[in-house]
């Protein structure tokens, strides 16, 4: 069964909003292992909703619409709907009545403009909305599936969850869709996929890779007619994948790097002291997000000013001598940082964000350098992009060189 | 003109993502008096994004694209606009160069499928990306305009800001749309829109309130046949909304809360130390997106622990006494930061992040003090939100704490 989605509402094409109930509902239906080929926003333009409602009655099976229910004469989805299946409204009284009642409630009359929302085509049947004013439409003809369902997103969901989930469950495929996601540090993208090339050919379990603000997602995903079939399938492409790419990968699913550098912290009982220039923080802040980081995150300490270096033991001469960014200083920063607050674990980050140059070092550079009881690791690289990306980038990167200096 | 956005990525299809690209664009339009009547979502399968992009040609003269740029196998927007015109796409050696250029400055060997995105088919030609890898494509023909961006948000905003409004100036509409929108900390939406609830009532200019990250934006947007006419329109409402609001306005259109406090703490020739429990460094990363915070930003001091705090001048009697979150310890804080990095100013920021009591205090509650040369303010408030949103929050309130105290 195809399916498209069309979220209805003149709103979405100026702008106005985001639409956040397409993205729901496309995650709900790769869930239950129904295609979507085409997702629409189309405007409160009848003419324009009948074409699109025509189109995706021609090339999908299940069309799910959301918004344009309400009472005004802007609210046309059902119109649409009546226009292209030719079928009139009729009200239906019960209905009309609940609605009357649902007003008299709130001691409102209601606006005669709202009894359209007690209307019906043939083909159509209410789907009950509790916590709305606005019922739903469960169209079926002709093989096709249409659902109208109100655009507030929580009346929406709360439709779709206990009204159109139980329809449609006998039109689902059998059988279900898991996928697992590995994170990976350390390449790009198309290195990543140049890597792991031979695996991405696979039909089931299928491989994508996706570039994240945390490093290069590679998702695993498999169908099958029950779940430890599907369990299977990742787990033997997980093994191949992880063979290819080693350590590169840090974490899977929900793990993040922040967390995954405090569990490794935390389980070897060690504490973590950071300096940071040019990152404002970063690299603290995102470290903050990690659980238990009030246990193992002795403090940071934040400067983009020489004297202030100094003063917290970054070796005056060291800093005349080879400039904030370079990797002499940042190693000696990693030390600094570490005696400072007292920790195991010293990280130093020396970053030039702005859009000149900073230290002698063009925008973009980023140098980062781990001390970790003594043993110093460090590592410089350029990124061309906005000043918040690269402390973005930086602080990621730094918390990686973090943790390939713990795995050794 | 007759506009179109499609937006490219499966991960769309599939609910990975929300496509912010195309409310952010369809925004633009509009302010551009542009109509827009379709906006389609469409995966990386060559058939249907060439059945979709023949679409948006036959009913639409702009195309505006994002998404599918990228160098992989299933970044297919380039060959689906070729396919459409029918054009073959030639590699451009001058940007190949580049492109190896920009891999060889960060000590990769360029990818060979890269090279694709630097090629053309001959009715385009480039929009440079300064700040990624993928340039855009600008395609002219039969009367018709495709424009393809990246899909990285803020790859797209820059790219459509400098190559693609510039391109499309001559086709806008006569008659203008101007917009100013003010920015208002210390009162929330509601609130706001109760205070000014006599001013948006008007047609033109319209006004309209928006809970943002940085507080709340009274948008203005005047419409008219010449600039200087909507600029006064705008100019004679923001004088009314001015009269109400006051000082609550921190700034207008691309002024930030910490670009605003930057700018007041330069002028003043002061300079400022931070010291943040609990939020990792926020106040000061957010400070640090400031133009000049490396002159006026002389350091922050993160940390959890009351040891560190103690060996940062945070008084331990007064730590034992009142513990960590408390107004008392707070301004002690703040007068330690300022003391601790030798500035004039000094701001805490005590804040019980997490989802259970830190030092006594429930999780959202937030804790600030600002020392201006030795005179102290603080307050004390609590969020019921999630940890990451608390520590925005606090970052933006501590900010205007701040700018509250320099104003007098």
Request: hydrophobic content about 40%.
């Amino acid at each position: 069964m195809k399916a498209e989605i069309l979220s209805i509402g003149t709103e979405l094409l100026l702008g106005q909003i985001v639409d956040t109930n397409a993205q729901w509902l496309a995650g709900e239906l790769s869930g239950h292992g129904i295609d979507l080929y085409f997702i629409s926003q189309v405007g409160d333009n009848r003419g324009r909703l009948v074409e699109t409602l025509q189109r995706a009655w021609n090339r999908s099976e299940l069309i799910i619409c959301s918004g344009g229910l309400g009472p005004t004469d802007d609210d046309l989805t059902r119109e649409a709907i009546g226009d292209l299946l030719e079928e009139k409204m009729i009200v239906q009284e019960p209905i009309a009545n609940a609605l009357r009642e649902y007003f008299s409630l709130r001691n409102i009359i209601m606006p005669e403009k709202n009894i359209k929302q007690a209307a019906l085509i043939p083909s159509a049947e209410f789907l009950d909305n509790p916590i709305g004013t606005a019922p739903g439409w469960w169209v079926s003809k002709d093989g096709h599936i249409i659902v109208a369902m109100p655009g507030v997103p929580h009346e929406m969901k709360q439709m779709w969850e206990n009204q159109v989930v139980p329809r449609l469950k006998p039109l689902f495929p059998p059988g279900v869709i898991l996928s697992r996601t590995l994170k990976i540090l350390g390449k790009g993208e198309s290195a990543v996929e140049e890597m792991v090339k031979d695996l991405i050919t696979s039909n089931n379990p299928t491989m994508a890779t996706y570039a994240k603000p945390d490093g290069v997602h590679l998702r695993i995903t498999a169908k099958s007619a029950d779940e430890t079939t599907a369990r299977d399938l990742i787990f033997e492409m997980e093994i191949k994948a992880r063979t290819i790419l080693g350590t590169l990968i840090y974490g899977d699913d929900d793990e993040t790097i922040e967390g995954v550098v405090g569990t490794m912290l935390t389980d070897r009982n060690l504490t973590l002291g950071i300096m940071e220039v040019g990152t404002g923080g970063m690299v603290a802040a995102l470290l903050s997000e990690a659980p238990n980081s009030i246990n193992f995150l002795r403090g940071g300490l934040v400067s983009q000013q020489r004297s202030m270096l100094a003063g917290w033991g970054v070796d005056s001469n060291m800093l005349e001598k080879y400039g904030i960014m370079s990797r002499e200083v940042a190693e000696v920063m990693a030390t600094a940082a570490r005696r400072q607050t007292g920790a195991e674990a010293g990280l130093a980050i020396c970053v030039s964000p702005g859009h000149g140059e900073f230290e002698g070092k063009p925008a973009g550079q980023i140098i980062m350098a781990v001390d970790l009881d003594g043993h110093l690791e460090s590592s410089e690289l350029n990124y061309r992009t906005k000043p918040s990306e690269v402390k973005r980038l930086a602080a990621v990167f730094s918390l990686n060189l973090l943790r390939r200096a713990l795995l050794k």
